[in-house]
């Protein structure tokens, strides 16, 4: 073969292999995968790219936000369309000595890949497995702490949550062991029960009650009654459509407790901006600027 067919030959093939790896690229561009996504973590839309997101912690700030793919992968179908989705864990760290870990979704659809809104599991724990069990319930099972454990103690505590995805919203609901099936949005009231606080997320950070069940919010005529961990708070609150807005004014009687969240629950409140429930029995209040208050 003469040298200038070689040389053809070796050109026709580089274009080939060229076009090949140009292709791969666009494609993967296109249809990126769960570490190149964008997620919501306390209301801050937060983009991966490579598993990893800096931002500043305030604006101007030289302090970091790092959040970071960690693993622990599970994949199944969440939203019962017969796409394979992936669940797995993130850390945030946020500058100081914390390292809180959060369980997110990405679900497929025709469009790509879409990121939930992340579930925060807690600071310095030890994840030990996630798992996708029937009806697309995520399982994630890790070590943490008992009640009154120091942060600096190791994680020794067997836990777990179990996670449902409302594909609509793209929200983790957390699965309460005793709720039986499914609940109708539509059909689901303010007042029909008191409800009971269970997290926040604010201006980028998540907030969860030191006090479990300590913090109920009910619902009747325009008015609202709520217990938290010190006092009892009344007040007034009006309803147009979906919009809800707490009254500023709030009545509470005058216990004083030391490290009371009372007055974080009620600032809290008082920027509720809207609502919405869950097809797992929850109420959502959305704040205004971003954010949420879950209550089950």
């Given at each position: 073969?003469t040298?200038?067919?070689?040389?053809?030959?070796?050109?026709a093939?580089?274009?080939?292999?060229?076009?090949?790896?140009?292709?791969?690229?666009?494609?993967?561009?296109?249809?990126?995968?769960?570490?190149?996504?964008?997620?919501?973590?306390?209301?801050?839309?937060?983009?991966?790219?490579?598993?990893?997101?800096?931002a500043p912690?305030?604006?101007?700030?030289?302090?970091?936000?790092?959040t970071?793919?960690?693993?622990?992968?599970?994949r199944?179908?969440?939203?019962?369309?017969?796409?394979?989705?992936?669940?797995?864990?993130?850390?945030q760290?946020?500058g100081?000595s914390?390292?809180?870990?959060?369980?997110?979704?990405?679900?497929?659809?025709?469009?790509?890949?879409?990121?939930?809104e992340?579930?925060?599991?807690?600071?310095?724990?030890?994840?030990?497995?996630?798992?996708?069990?029937?009806?697309?319930?995520?399982?994630v099972?890790?070590?943490?702490?008992?009640?009154?454990?120091?942060?600096?103690?190791?994680?020794?505590?067997?836990?777990?949550?179990?996670l449902?995805?409302?594909?609509?919203?793209?929200?983790?609901?957390?699965?309460?062991?005793?709720?039986?099936?499914?609940?109708?949005?539509?059909?689901?009231?303010?007042d029909?029960?008191?409800?009971?606080w269970v997290?926040?997320?604010?201006a980028?950070?998540?907030?969860?009650?030191?006090?479990?069940?300590?913090?109920?919010l009910?619902?009747?005529?325009?008015?609202?009654?709520?217990?938290?961990?010190?006092?009892?708070?009344?007040?007034?609150?009006?309803?147009?459509?979906?919009?809800?807005?707490?009254?500023?004014?709030?009545?509470?009687t005058?216990?004083?407790?030391?490290?009371?969240?009372?007055?974080?629950?009620?600032?809290?409140?008082?920027?509720?901006?809207?609502?919405?429930?869950?097809?797992?029995?929850?109420?959502?209040?959305?704040?205004?600027?971003?954010?949420?208050?879950?209550?089950?």
């Amino acid at each position: 073969m003469t040298t200038a067919r070689m040389a053809l030959l070796g050109a026709a093939a580089c274009v080939a292999g060229c076009v090949d790896s140009s292709v791969e690229r666009e494609a993967s561009a296109q249809s990126p995968d769960h570490k190149n996504i964008e997620y919501t973590i306390g209301g801050r839309p937060t983009g991966l790219v490579d598993g990893v997101n800096e931002a500043p912690a305030a604006p101007g700030s030289a302090a970091k936000i790092v959040t970071r793919y960690f693993g622990n992968e599970a994949r199944g179908d969440l939203n019962g369309d017969g796409r394979d989705d992936v669940a797995f864990l993130l850390t945030q760290e946020t500058g100081g000595s914390g390292t809180f870990f959060y369980a997110v979704a990405a679900v497929a659809s025709e469009g790509g890949l879409r990121g939930s809104e992340a579930v925060l599991l807690g600071d310095r724990i030890a994840p030990q497995a996630t798992e996708i069990g029937p009806n697309g319930v995520i399982v994630v099972s890790y070590a943490g702490r008992g009640p009154g454990d120091s942060l600096a103690s190791p994680p020794s505590v067997a836990k777990s949550i179990s996670l449902k995805l409302d594909a609509a919203a793209m929200r983790l609901g957390e699965v309460v062991q005793d709720f039986a099936g499914e609940a109708n949005p539509d059909s689901m009231t303010l007042d029909m029960k008191s409800w009971v606080w269970v997290r926040a997320a604010d201006a980028g950070n998540e907030i969860v009650p030191r006090q479990a069940e300590a913090f109920t919010l009910s619902f009747s005529a325009g008015t609202f009654s709520a217990t938290t961990d010190c006092n009892r708070v009344r007040g007034g609150y009006t309803v147009e459509g979906r919009t809800l807005t707490f009254a500023d004014a709030m009545a509470a009687t005058r216990m004083f407790c030391a490290d009371a969240q009372e007055q974080v629950f009620t600032g809290l409140l008082r920027k509720t901006a809207s609502y919405a429930f869950t097809s797992r029995g929850e109420l959502v209040l959305e704040l205004t600027g971003g954010g949420s208050i879950t209550f089950r």
